[in-house]
């Protein structure tokens, strides 16, 4: 898996609409091209960087070009998201109890310092 191919397929409407309906079963690229108000070819575009990214696979039968998903990468990127997730929250819930605790010392420092009396002019 290519994580960049994967998430430059998913950055586009177009191509997540794509994804979408496929999800619901194969589909033949004209089919698909049919509700989108572009060329037969820029949908084609879009299909060849969905295929690039290994979530569209194609079978030709005659004329016809079938399009199925293939969820691998999908699964894939979310694990990505998931780990990375799971390494900045354990992070940041360090640095959390970092700044509390210096916070708490900040505090009892101040709450434990006398007011100097005031001179009188």
């Not at 390494?87 to 505090?107: C, G, K, N």
Request: charged share 35%.
């Amino acid at each position: 898996m290519d994580l960049d191919d994967t998430l430059v397929a998913l950055a586009d409407e177009t191509r997540r609409d794509i994804l979408q309906r496929l999800s619901a079963g194969d589909a033949r690229v004209t089919e698909l091209a049919a509700p989108y108000d572009i060329s037969l070819n820029s949908v084609s575009k879009h299909i060849r960087i969905l295929e690039r990214a290994g979530l569209v696979r194609r079978r030709i039968a005659g004329r016809d070009h079938f399009l199925s998903l293939d969820p691998k990468p999908l699964d894939e990127a979310a694990a990505w998201m998931a780990k990375t997730r799971a390494f900045w929250t354990t992070r940041l819930d360090r640095l959390e109890a970092m700044l509390r605790a210096e916070d708490a010392i900040e505090a009892a420092k101040n709450s434990s310092r006398k007011p100097k009396p005031r001179r009188k002019p």
